[in-house]
């Protein structure tokens, strides 16, 4: 696919604005919170309306713009703070940390991309708008408006972080690789990628699949389920959720090597967030393993 085409100024211009809340929160968390946290509250619970502007930029450029979609990222984003800052609320009158809505919020976002509910309103080859626009979403709610504790949200890495996710590493690899290749879900390239291929690679997945996904599954839901169920049996069930959350690739069905690898993988991932609470340890992990399975 040549993705030449669809670098144009629109196009260009909605992914700065995409792009823009998560970056931004990543590496500047403290100061964007204190600014939203300012702001009166129809405003601040209004501001994710914004979302909608990239989808507004991409369709129209396209000329496969729809009414309804922009309804739908004009609603959601705000939907999502509205309840985000509710379960805030309830948590400061009560004394207790969380609740139903902060689930109905992360089924949401997480069916939304896992079934490709909105991929069908964008151009194609350009849906990772969507993926994009529902993490910023979810940012903005639990990160800025509900100010969750201990998500681990700084991409500011440390030199622990990496080593840390480096150790994890080395636990999972051995049991990928024998399962991989034992099942066929692996197999070895004829031709390897070149270095610079590789960390090009590695990069674009820490910052574009890693660090969501991690983000995701790691300090929203297995941070939430600990408060309520434990740390062993959160972390095993975010681990079996993140693999059903693969049930759909690389397969037209339910691909069980993926789900069973998957799953796996998400036991040490969960090891590694949980360490230090640190959603970049865990994603050093996961790219590394993404880019090993790329070999």
């Known amino acids: 696919m040549d993705w030449w085409a669809y670098i144009s100024p629109a196009n260009v211009t909605a ?23 300012g702001l009166r509250v129809s405003l601040r619970l209004g501001l994710p309306a914004l979302l909608c502007i990239p989808y507004l930029l991409v369709t129209s450029a396209a000329g496969d713009f729809r009414w309804q979609w922009l309804l739908v990222y004009v609603a959601l984003p705000p939907a999502v703070a509205i309840l985000l800052a509710q379960s805030a609320a309830s948590d400061k009158r009560s004394g207790t940390r969380g609740n139903w809505r902060e689930f109905l919020v992360l089924a949401v976002l997480g069916l939304a991309v896992d079934l490709r509910w909105f991929e069908g309103a964008w151009p194609a080859h350009l849906a990772i708008f969507n993926k994009v626009l529902l993490l910023d979403a979810g940012i903005y709610g639990f990160v800025l408006v509900r100010k969750l504790e201990g998500t681990g949200f700084d991409l500011r890495l440390r030199l622990r972080d990496v080593a840390i996710g480096l150790r994890e590493l080395v636990f999972y690899t051995p049991i990928a690789l024998a ?117």
Request: charged share 10%.
């Open 15 to 37: 992914a700065v604005i995409a792009l823009a809340p998560y970056l931004a929160v990543a590496f500047f968390p403290g100061a964007l919170t204190r600014w939203v946290q």
């Open 179 to 295: 399962l991989g290749l034992g099942l066929g879900f692996l197999h070895v390239h004829a031709v390897l990628p070149q270095p610079s291929a590789m960390v090009f690679a590695w990069v674009f997945t820490f910052f574009f699949i890693a660090v969501p996904e991690e983000l995701f599954f790691r300090g929203w839901l297995q941070n939430l389920l600990e408060a309520r169920v434990g740390r062993w049996p959160a972390l095993l069930i975010t681990s079996v959720l993140f693999g059903l959350a693969h049930f759909n690739k690389r397969a037209v069905y339910f691909n069980w090597r993926y789900v069973l690898l998957a799953a796996v993988a998400g036991f040490f991932y969960g090891r590694a967030w949980r360490q230090e609470r640190r959603v970049g340890a865990s994603a050093v992990t996961h790219a590394s393993v993404d880019a090993i399975w790329s070999l």
